[in-house]
C-alpha cells in the first residue's frame, strides 16, 4: 500500500502547526491529539454498534433529564480516560455529567487547559444508523497553574476558547477543530487508522440555500423565528429563491453540512422552553466559535452567542448560526422580537 506523503495526518499538522508558532509550548497539540486517539477508539464502537450490546438506553438519565444511551457512557468514559492518563488537561466537564472532574495530580495540575465536551451529541438517532457527533471546546485556564483546576476555569464565555472542534461518524469519520489560526478538517483513513488532513483552511460561504429548522415547533417559536422561517420558504433577497429544508436532529451533522456548503441552523426558544434546549458550553460555544472563525456568524437572537458570560455549567440558549448573509436576513427577522 502506498501513503501519499503529501497528505497531513493530524499529528503531523499540529506538529508543524507548533513550529509556526515559537512561544508554543505544545501542550494544545497533544491535547488535540488525545481528543483524536478517543475519537478513534469511539468510532470503533459506532461502526460496530448494531453488533454488539451496545445500542439501546443505559437506563438512568443525565442531568438534561435525557436519556442516557449505552454508547453515550462508552464515548463519554473514553474522553474521560484519554484526557486523565494524557498530560495536556486539567479537569473536564460533560453534558454526562452533573459536575466537573478535576484531574488532582501533579502532572494535570500543571496544565494550562480544560475540556468541555458532549462525547455523543445526536444519541438519540444511535439506533436507526444516523450520523452522530462528539463537540469539544478548549479553555486556557483562569485558576494558578500547580494547584487543581476550578469551576471558573469552566465557566468562561465562549470567546475564551483557545480551540472547539467535533468529530462526525457517518459515512466516513471526520474531525475538524478551529483554532484563532483557522479551522481545518481531518478524515479518517481506515486503512492506515490516521485522520488525515482533507479540508484545509475551511471557510463558511457566505451565503447559501439550506436552513435547518424543526418546522413541527413552528407555532411554538416567536415572531421573528416565524418571519424568517417564511421568508426561507419564499423569494428572498439573499438567493433570489426559496431555500431548501435540511434538517437531521444531530446538530453536528447539520452544522458540518451548513458549514461546508453554506446555510443557517437554528434551534430557537419556544412558548414551552423560552431558554431552548441546546447546552452553552457543550454544544453552542464550541460551534460558534468555529463558525465565526470560518467566517460566518453565531447568536441567541439577542447577542453574539460567544458573549455570553455562562453561570451555571448546563446553562442551555436558543442558538442561531451559519452564514454571515443568512444570519443578517436573521437579525432583522428577530427585530421584531426584540421591540
Request: some cysteine.
Amino acid at each position: 500500500m502506498s501513503i501519499n506523503r503529501q497528505v497531513l495526518t493530524l499529528d503531523e499538522f499540529t506538529l508543524q502547526q507548533l513550529r509556526n508558532i515559537p512561544t508554543a509550548t505544545g501542550e494544545l497539540s497533544r491535547l488535540l491529539r488525545d481528543i483524536g486517539l478517543a475519537a478513534k477508539r469511539i468510532n470503533v464502537e459506532v461502526n460496530k454498534a448494531g453488533l454488539v450490546d451496545i445500542l439501546g438506553d443505559y437506563g438512568t438519565t443525565n442531568i438534561q433529564g435525557e436519556e442516557v444511551k449505552k454508547l453515550d457512557i462508552y464515548a463519554n468514559n473514553q474522553l474521560i480516560g484519554v484526557l486523565k492518563h494524557g498530560i495536556s488537561c486539567a479537569g473536564i466537564g460533560s453534558e454526562e455529567m452533573d459536575e466537573i472532574e478535576i484531574f488532582d495530580d501533579e502532572v494535570s495540575n500543571q496544565s494550562k487547559y480544560v475540556c468541555l465536551f458532549d462525547p455523543l451529541d445526536g444519541s438519540s438517532n444511535i439506533d436507526v444508523n444516523v450520523s452522530i457527533g462528539t463537540i469539544f471546546g478548549i479553555y486556557k485556564r483562569v485558576s494558578e497553574i500547580g494547584k487543581p483546576c476550578k469551576m471558573e476555569d469552566f465557566l468562561q464565555p465562549g470567546v475564551k476558547q483557545v480551540a472547539a472542534g467535533y468529530i462526525v461518524y457517518g459515512s466516513s469519520t471526520m474531525l475538524v477543530y478551529a483554532t484563532r489560526r483557522g479551522v481545518n478538517g481531518f478524515t479518517l483513513d481506515p486503512q492506515i487508522g490516521e485522520f488525515c488532513l482533507s479540508h484545509p483552511n475551511i471557510q463558511c460561504p457566505s451565503s447559501g440555500k439550506i436552513y435547518s429548522v424543526n418546522h413541527g415547533n413552528f407555532f411554538q417559536y416567536s415572531e421573528g423565528v416565524r418571519k424568517y422561517i417564511n421568508n426561507c420558504q419564499n423569494k428572498n433577497k439573499t438567493t433570489g429563491g426559496p431555500y431548501t429544508q435540511r434538517y437531521i436532529g444531530s446538530m453536528v451533522a447539520d452544522v458540518h453540512r451548513n458549514l461546508i456548503k453554506g446555510g443557517i441552523f437554528t434551534y430557537p426558544g419556544t412558548i414551552d422552553k423560552p431558554k431552548g434546549k441546546l447546552r452553552l458550553l457543550y454544544e453552542c460555544n464550541p460551534f460558534a466559535f468555529i463558525v465565526e472563525v470560518a467566517g460566518g456568524k453565531a447568536t441567541n437572537g439577542k447577542e453574539r452567542i460567544l458573549d455570553i458570560k455562562p453561570t451555571e455549567l448546563h446553562q442551555r440558549s436558543p442558538f442561531f448560526v451559519g452564514s454571515s448573509n443568512m444570519m443578517a436576513e436573521l437579525e432583522e427577522c428577530l427585530l421584531l422580537d426584540n421591540k
